[in-house]
């Protein structure tokens, strides 16, 4: 089985940078996801990670570390309109489908 | 970008009735499509997988003669909601995703908002 967890919600100021922390517990892995919610809409895509390490991407990086169970979203140069819900997802061994974490609710405040 | 959409956007429907939601991939072939649900401040949850041509895959503790879906194109697949009650309320989303094998990216559709009265 599957277990994620990441913080509920989180609060940061416009022009800062936040951290949203994923930690998780899989029998098999295939990568992590992490996509981006705004209230009521469908998640958007924003980061793929399957081997260790740092990918960034404009604003947005993310960072894996297989042997922790451990990831997470950095966002920088925070917008009013990053606030949004982050789901964090892993995608298990042999398996294309995702398990998606609670998701941690943003609030950037000016 | 591979574009997914969903119809309806929202629905209202009254108890007993069934709901069809329908969800395409408008510019790349879905070998796969995932139906998810989601409820209030809640993340979301798998509802089911389905391949073309084949039978859905339902995860635990979803019936499938409640929630029939079939995909019977590389660009559509419908979810049924059958004798539709007020728990069934909620956001349902579908994903697409183009290539055979794991971790291909899944497209989202924008989502159906189910309100059963």
């Known amino acids: 089985g599957q277990n994620i967890d990441q913080p509920t919600e989180m609060t940061a100021t416009e022009g800062a940078i936040v951290q949203i922390n994923c930690t998780y517990q899989t029998s098999g892995f295939n990568g992590l996801f992490w996509y981006q919610q705004h209230a009521g809409e469908a998640p958007t895509f924003l980061s793929y990670n399957v081997l260790d390490g740092l990918e960034e991407k404009g604003r947005f990086s993310s960072f894996l570390s297989r042997s922790k169970g451990y990831s997470y979203l950095l966002l920088k140069e925070l917008q009013m309109k990053d606030s949004a819900s982050y789901l964090c997802a892993l995608s298990g061994a042999g398996s294309y489908q995702l398990t998606f974490g609670k998701g941690t609710k943003l609030s950037v405040i000016p | 970008g591979a574009v997914v959409s969903q119809h309806p956007s929202w629905v209202i429907c009254k108890s007993g009735t069934s709901v069809k939601i329908e969800c395409r991939s408008l510019?790349?072939?879905?070998?796969?499509m995932f139906w998810y649900r989601q409820f209030p401040k809640q993340s979301l949850m798998l509802m089911a997988t389905?391949?073309?041509?084949?039978?859905?895959?339902?995860e635990q503790g979803v019936e499938k003669d409640k929630f029939l879906i079939n995909h019977a194109s590389l660009t559509l697949s419908t979810l049924t909601v059958t004798s539709a009650h007020p728990e069934d309320s909620s956001f349902y989303i579908c994903?697409?995703?183009?290539?055979?094998?794991?971790?291909?990216?899944?497209?989202f559709g924008p989502g159906t908002r189910l309100t059963v009265l």
């Open positions: 389905s391949n073309e041509g084949s039978k859905a895959t339902y």
């Open positions: 510019d790349f072939q879905a070998t796969t």
């Open positions: 994903s697409a995703s183009g290539l055979a094998g794991v971790n291909d990216e899944q497209f």
